[in-house]
């Protein structure tokens, strides 16, 4: 997009000629448009408004320009990165370098929550998306003794190898026949599951039955992996909402019944907060669509005047939240690192290689230790205490998507 908007007109980029196109219109969304200038760094181009998340986004920027902590920026440094306006409204630079030094630090918790005994629900859009992205935080929750849940929102069995499903109903036939249980009907499941898969058309949903082998090796593996970081069964919910029950990666639109399922799992819990899954680009991605869904729920809920919890919103595999939008940091030990990677690893259908991985060739759990401890290089690098890891959150703003 940059080449588009911003960069030198060339014919080696086709589309940087439109810069000189009388009558072009870029429309953009914000993770689009999120590298230009004018969006990454507006103030290298002339008055911006001094708020106080502007104000941590320059700050933040002139550290990593100069190389410096926080604490060690001079007017030097403002001068010669053009932040001259920000020094002359806000400075001298100690001040502000101690003002944003604070704010940053002050995301930093102690206790994750900071009232004991809270009721929890983690919303995982995905069966691993609650390990992998804030697993460490699950674990400190339960440490902390706080009524912690996973509600579990898609079955995810799309997700899985097809070998897998097979591997599944053949054990299930001889776990049968091994412990003299009737196996005629496990047989017949099997030999149909091995049937439908070899018949499958390229682009065409699985057969029910295969779905549900997939769906069941998912719950399984989510099962597992959160007995890892600490929760009771009792605690989990599988919610299978309608919209993903289509077999393919196209998914229906979620519906009366997906958010009513929502509704009634906060009115039986009562959370006093509930973590969301924050990756909102993509309008038809699974994270999106189940945060739609979620603050539709509480819509509802105060419709009918019922106490809503605070939602902090965490963000998937691949992406962390910037410095300046973070509002919950959550330290992770050595040992929580440790024991979020197990929790991982229970997702076996997944390890290895993924039937979804994207670009990033690293396996899940790579990609989740590698964000957090960017993350805490991040905060040190700005003259924070440094941490092995770190887990960041956001608050939600109440705004529907």
């Given at each position: 997009?940059?080449?588009?908007?911003?960069?030198?007109?060339?014919?080696?980029?086709?589309?940087?000629?439109?810069?000189?196109?009388?009558?072009?219109?870029?429309?953009?969304?914000?993770?689009?448009?999120?590298?230009?200038?004018?969006?990454?760094t507006p103030w290298t181009l002339g008055g911006v408004e001094w708020n106080e998340t502007m104000v941590i986004r320059a700050m933040v920027w002139l550290s990593e320009q100069t190389d410096k902590p926080l604490l060690k920026l001079d007017d030097d440094d403002f001068r010669t990165h053009n932040l001259h306006q920000l020094l002359r409204h806000h400075g001298p630079s100690h001040t502000l370098a101690r003002r944003v030094?604070?704010?940053?630090?002050?995301?930093?918790?102690?206790?994750?929550?900071?009232?004991?005994?809270?009721?929890?629900?983690?919303?995982?859009?995905?069966?691993?998306?609650?390990?992998?992205?804030?697993?460490?935080?699950?674990?400190?929750?339960?440490?902390?003794?706080?009524?912690?849940?996973?509600?579990?929102?898609?079955?995810?069995?799309?997700?899985?190898?097809?070998?897998?499903?097979?591997?599944?109903?053949?054990?299930?036939?001889?776990?049968?026949?091994?412990?003299?249980?009737?196996?005629?009907?496990?047989?017949?499941?099997?030999?149909?599951?091995?049937?439908?898969?070899?018949?499958?058309?390229?682009?065409?949903?699985?057969?029910?039955?295969?779905?549900?082998?997939?769906?069941?090796?998912?719950?399984?593996?989510?099962?597992?992996?959160?007995?890892?970081?600490?929760?009771?069964?009792?605690?989990?919910?599988?919610?299978?909402?309608?919209?993903?029950?289509?077999?393919?990666?196209?998914?229906?639109?979620?519906?009366?019944?997906?958010?009513?399922?929502?509704?009634?799992?906060?009115?039986?819990?009562?959370?006093?907060?509930?973590?969301?899954?924050?990756?909102?680009?993509?309008?038809?991605?699974?994270?999106?669509?189940?945060?739609?869904?979620?603050?539709?729920?509480?819509?509802?809920?105060?419709?009918?005047?019922?106490?809503?919890?605070?939602?902090?919103?965490?963000?998937?595999?691949?992406?962390?939240?910037?410095?300046?939008?973070?509002?919950?940091?959550?330290?992770?030990?050595?040992?929580?690192?440790?024991?979020?990677?197990?929790?991982?690893?229970?997702?076996?259908?997944?390890?290895?290689?993924?039937?979804?991985?994207?670009?990033?060739?690293?396996?899940?759990?790579?990609?989740?230790?590698?964000?957090?401890?960017?993350?805490?290089?991040?905060?040190?690098?700005?003259?924070?205490?440094?941490?092995?890891?770190?887990?960041?959150?956001?608050?939600?703003?109440?705004?529907?998507?």
């Amino acid at each position: 997009m940059t080449a588009l908007a911003e960069g030198p007109v060339t014919n080696k980029v086709p589309v940087s000629l439109f810069q000189d196109h009388g009558n072009t219109n870029v429309y953009l969304d914000s993770a689009s448009a999120s590298q230009l200038e004018a969006i990454e760094t507006p103030w290298t181009l002339g008055g911006v408004e001094w708020n106080e998340t502007m104000v941590i986004r320059a700050m933040v920027w002139l550290s990593e320009q100069t190389d410096k902590p926080l604490l060690k920026l001079d007017d030097d440094d403002f001068r010669t990165h053009n932040l001259h306006q920000l020094l002359r409204h806000h400075g001298p630079s100690h001040t502000l370098a101690r003002r944003v030094f604070n704010l940053v630090q002050g995301t930093i918790c102690d206790q994750v929550m900071e009232k004991p005994n809270q009721k929890v629900i983690c919303f995982s859009p995905h069966p691993d998306d609650d390990v992998i992205s804030m697993g460490g935080t699950l674990i400190r929750l339960n440490e902390e003794g706080h009524e912690t849940h996973i509600a579990y929102m898609t079955s995810g069995n799309i997700a899985v190898f097809d070998e897998d499903a097979q591997r599944l109903a053949d054990l299930v036939t001889e776990y049968n026949h091994l412990f003299g249980i009737e196996n005629e009907k496990s047989v017949d499941v099997e030999h149909r599951v091995a049937d439908d898969l070899k018949n499958k058309q390229a682009g065409h949903a699985d057969s029910d039955a295969v779905l549900k082998i997939k769906g069941l090796i998912r719950w399984s593996e989510a099962k597992a992996g959160a007995f890892v970081v600490g929760c009771k069964e009792k605690h989990l919910h599988f919610l299978d909402l309608p919209f993903y029950r289509t077999g393919t990666v196209k998914k229906n639109p979620v519906g009366e019944v997906d958010v009513s399922i929502i509704v009634s799992l906060l009115e039986s819990v009562d959370p006093d907060v509930i973590f969301v899954a924050g990756d909102l680009s993509d309008p038809h991605g699974t994270h999106r669509v189940c945060a739609e869904a979620i603050f539709s729920a509480i819509e509802l809920l105060q419709q009918r005047m019922i106490k809503v919890p605070e939602v902090l919103l965490y963000r998937g595999a691949w992406h962390e939240y910037a410095i300046h939008e973070i509002d919950l940091s959550v330290p992770l030990s050595p040992g929580h690192q440790q024991t979020k990677r197990t929790a991982i690893f229970k997702h076996e259908s997944q390890k290895d290689e993924a039937l979804f991985p994207g670009s990033d060739p690293r396996e899940f759990w790579e990609r989740a230790e590698d964000r957090n401890k960017a993350t805490a290089k991040k905060f040190n690098d700005l003259g924070l205490p440094e941490f092995p890891a770190l887990e960041a959150f956001q608050r939600w703003n109440g705004e529907k998507l």
